[in-house]
């Protein structure tokens, strides 16, 4: 069969320069930020095209430059697949094995926006991506061509972190914005299934596609010191606080998230449809989401959290995505305290002891332990892991837990609840008795 490529494919844009360039060439990046630009470009024009940085694997760089850059984005809708091709990057380059090259780009006027999904662990100065960040923007402080640094991570106040990192490291940050910004699309990793379907849909090979659900979202605080594409024709909301929308996204979705991946996996549930579709587990939910995480919240006008929630449920059970359980368990550690233990943190300051976050968290500590309700054994994907696994009391794990969890009565008492009925009886069981 034939590859994807531009003489095979035409029906693609042809980006007029590079004016992003994007630091991790994951799957999320290809499904959300590069849709959302190629519609801007399609909308208004501009020499926005990508140069998109491989950090350190290049399993989907070289297919993508085997492809002319050409990709396909699957949007999974239950049975339905809808195919689009994406012709949005300019440019591939390979961190690790083109370092000076990156910092050129990095450094070159004409790029005057940097995005990044590196996840929760490259946020420190010592991380090979953030250096090489940081000298690109150190040879680009001579000229002090206008530059916005963009955080496309799940991290709370994304822009503010990225900015306490960056201004910590260089003399002058004038030059550089730093807004904060909210994304939100189900994005699960590539498999063979998923290149069998861009075969059979496109009727070429396509090694670097990606599957995707319909819903795709993005809010970005306007602070853009040289110019960006129209990314609002294109559907993404353009405001002054993303603190809202980033505290629905954290808490009402990832946090529901992670929650059907912990006690899914217990359970021997493969993916998150099948872990929400459990008997017990939509109403557990919904009763999370309404019980303790929406005390929690001030959503943006118009929105409430349990209807927020509800939206998102619904967004899971959509078994087309097949998104793992496991997948999304990965690194606990670092995603929990934003995505959990502020809600816990929360309602306790409140005065409340959140029940259903804290079946959440004897889940994740259940997890932990790697073995399954039914004694299969499960992987701790975790950059703690040893920690994680030799600390008899987790609560007493400071890298993860905030101050006073592990001395609060209350809250270690229905911990201490939850993990006796997991252990005992299981998930499922568990969550029939709730009903």
């Not at 499904?31 to 950090?55: Q, Y």
């Not at 420190?124 to 991570?153: E, F, K, N, T, Y």
């Not at 946090?255 to 359970?267: I, R, T």
């Not at 600390?391 to 007493?396: G, I, M, N, R, V």
Request: glycine share 8%.
């Amino acid at each position: 069969m034939e590859r994807l490529s531009r003489a095979t494919f035409r029906d693609v844009i042809e980006p007029a320069g590079t004016g992003i360039v994007h630091l991790g060439l994951g799957a999320f990046h290809r499904a959300h930020e590069a849709v959302f630009t190629e519609d801007a470009i399609r909308k208004a024009g501009g020499d926005w095209g990508i140069a998109a940085v491989a950090p350190r694997s290049r399993t989907v760089l070289d297919p993508l430059l085997d492809q002319d850059l050409l990709y396909s984005v699957l949007t999974l809708d239950g049975e339905r697949v809808t195919p689009r091709v994406l012709g949005v990057h300019s440019q591939a380059l390979h961190a690790a094995g083109e370092p000076e090259a990156v910092e050129r780009l990095l450094a070159d006027p004409a790029v005057r926006i940097v995005t990044l999904t590196v996840t929760e662990k490259a946020y420190r100065p010592d991380s090979g991506i953030m250096r090489l960040l940081l000298a690109g923007l150190r040879a680009r402080a001579a000229g002090q061509a206008p530059i916005a640094l963009v955080s496309c991570d799940n991290l709370p106040s994304n822009g503010r972190r990225l900015r306490e990192l960056i201004t910590a490291e260089l003399d002058d940050v004038s030059f550089i914005g730093f807004p904060s910004t909210m994304v939100d699309r189900i994005v699960p990793a590539s498999t063979d299934a998923t290149y069998a379907t861009a075969r059979e849909v496109l009727g070429l090979e396509d090694r670097a596609c990606v599957a995707a659900e319909p819903f795709n979202a993005w809010v970005l605080e306007n602070d853009f010191p040289g110019g960006r594409p129209a990314w609002d024709q294109a559907g993404a909301i353009i405001t002054d606080d993303v603190a809202p929308w980033e505290g629905l996204k954290l808490r009402a979705l990832l946090g529901v998230h992670s929650a059907l991946a912990y006690l899914g996996a217990l359970a021997g549930a493969r993916t998150v449809d099948q872990a929400l579709a459990l008997p017990g587990m939509r109403s557990a939910m919904e009763r999370f989401i309404a019980t303790d995480i929406a005390p929690t919240l001030s959503p943006p006008d118009g929105v409430t959290v349990e209807q927020y929630g509800r939206s998102a449920l619904e967004r899971f059970s959509n078994a087309g995505l097949r998104h793992r359980t496991l997948q999304i368990a990965m690194d606990g550690s670092q995603k929990l305290p934003q995505r959990l233990l502020a809600t816990i943190a929360d309602r306790r300051a409140a005065g409340s002891v959140p029940v259903y976050a804290t079946l959440v968290l004897a889940a994740w500590m259940r997890f932990v332990r790697g073995v399954a309700d039914d004694g299969t054994a499960l992987p701790l994907d975790d950059p703690l892991a040893d920690r994680l696994r030799a600390t008899p009391s987790l609560l007493e794990l400071d890298a993860v837990f905030p101050p006073g969890f592990a001395d609060d009565a209350e809250l270690r008492a229905q911990l201490s609840s939850w993990s006796a009925d997991l252990d005992r009886h299981g998930v499922v069981k568990t969550l029939a008795a709730l009903r």
